[in-house]
């Protein structure tokens, strides 16, 4: 039920963490909901958040978004919400445990990658299960883009 598919279809994509497969390895991808308030779920519909700074953590069996900007929603005036205030993310137990183990043990981190709505129009959250990586892992990353990206041009250019 968590483990994500490849495509993006009937998803509308609020906040996408770029930044966050060239910094990290990912292992593995899960699907949690989040516990929002109204303005906030407001502001996620004008498509205003940021991903950037964000992270996962276990705190007392539970998983929750640390670090993450919602803006507040102007027409709300003073029922507004805290922008960055930290967030329950609903995920079932046993996946909770399996992320906190892995955390323990072998140092992986957990990493927001998108914040978008479901074709139910629920707002879900697309994390991952991830490794640092090293300079010398970014440099060949960057390397192996730039390959890639050279190589199309050289195919389009020959037809």
């Not at 205030?85 to 323990?104: P, S, T």
């Amino acid at each position: 039920m968590s483990r994500k598919k490849g495509n993006d279809a009937g998803r509308k994509i609020v906040a996408d963490n770029r930044k966050a497969r060239f910094n990290f390895a990912v292992e593995e991808i899960f699907e949690a909901g989040i516990e929002l308030m109204g303005t906030e779920v407001k502001s996620l519909r004008e498509g205003k958040a940021s991903l950037g700074e964000a992270y996962a953590t276990v705190d007392d069996d539970e998983l929750y978004l640390i670090n993450c900007n919602i803006p507040v929603y102007f027409q709300a005036s003073r029922f507004n919400h805290e922008p960055k205030r930290n967030r329950r993310l609903l995920m079932h137990r046993r996946e909770i445990d399996r992320l906190a183990g892995a955390v323990q043990r072998e140092g992986m981190t957990i990493v927001p990658l998108k914040l978008y709505f479901n074709e139910r129009g629920i707002a879900k959250l697309e994390l991952a299960l991830a490794r640092g990586k090293k300079l010398h892992d970014k440099r060949q990353t960057e390397r192996d883009r730039t390959w890639q990206r050279d190589k199309a041009r050289v195919m389009r250019e020959r037809g």
